[in-house]
């Protein structure tokens, strides 16, 4: 079963709108972290944002916020005042707390969505 | 500068003929990690590591082998690389127990004819 779905293929939104990049994520266990990640066409993993599973606020970082309803299992990435640098593949990822032997660091992702900005 | 550095970054190469992709971390990260990128399905782990000399599968560990001999270097070995294995892969490190807040190296795009 897939544990963490990322449902947007592509998004389109226009500079200096808000964009919201949806996450659903599967998981029994009450200890877990969930991360978003930019790639931009120069390929390389830029981390944006945390949020722990029990952490009592939505994290924020700068126009990163994270939109995390436990309940729904949902951890959308919302940006603010999109610039045109923002275009990129947005991965969505997931660490439980207990794996198997022990592989605590261990992160599962997404399928990705490619969000492209326009002016 | 505190990073993850991978080389080569870009290699294409032909069935069968052995390669190795190296991967260093200068932050004294107890755990290492391969992960590979597929267009549709993500990225997936492919081994991991504790510590030194403490090394186990991921979820895709098929045509690879590595090797943790000293805490900042986890090398990905191809030993008969196939077509299959074309990927853009990436090494991450993270200190231990801190659920993969660590940082990503800058992948190495690997294209195997």
């Known amino acids: 079963a897939q544990k963490i779905t990322q449902t947007q293929p592509g998004m389109f939104v226009q500079e200096k709108e808000a964009v919201t990049l949806d996450c659903t994520y599967d998981?029994?266990?009450?200890?877990?972290?969930l991360f978003w990640y930019k790639q931009p066409s120069s390929g390389e993993m830029i981390f944006l944002i945390y949020?722990?599973?029990?952490?009592?606020q939505n994290a924020t970082e700068g126009r990163y916020s994270l939109n995390f309803q436990k309940a729904r299992k949902s951890a959308n990435l919302v940006i603010s005042a999109s610039q045109l640098g923002d275009s990129a593949m947005y991965f969505c990822?997931?660490?439980?707390?207990?794996?198997?032997?022990?592989?605590?660091?261990?992160?599962?992702f997404g399928t990705g969505t490619r969000l492209q900005v326009f002016p | 500068e505190a990073q993850v550095t991978q080389n080569p970054r870009y290699l294409i190469t032909v069935t069968g003929k052995k390669l190795t992709v190296t991967c260093s971390q200068n932050?004294?990260?107890?755990?290492m990690s391969w992960y590979r990128q597929d267009p549709g399905l993500g990225l997936r782990q492919i081994y991991y590591?504790?510590?030194?000399?403490?090394?186990d599968k991921g979820d895709v560990p098929e045509g690879y082998k590595v090797s943790r001999k000293e805490k900042r270097n986890f090398p990905l070995i191809l030993e008969s690389p196939s077509p299959n294995q074309t990927s853009l892969y990436f090494c991450?490190?993270?200190?231990?127990?801190?659920?993969?807040?660590?940082?990503f190296g800058p992948g190495t795009r690997l294209t195997v004819t």
């Open positions: 991450a490190s993270s200190p231990l127990g801190t659920g993969g807040l660590g940082a």
């Open positions: 998981t029994s266990d009450p200890s877990y972290g």
């Open positions: 949020q722990g599973s029990y952490d009592q």
């Open positions: 990822a997931m660490r439980e707390g207990r794996v198997p032997r022990g592989n605590t660091d261990k992160l599962i």
């Open positions: 932050m004294n990260h107890e755990y």
């Open positions: 590591s504790m510590n030194v000399e403490v090394t």
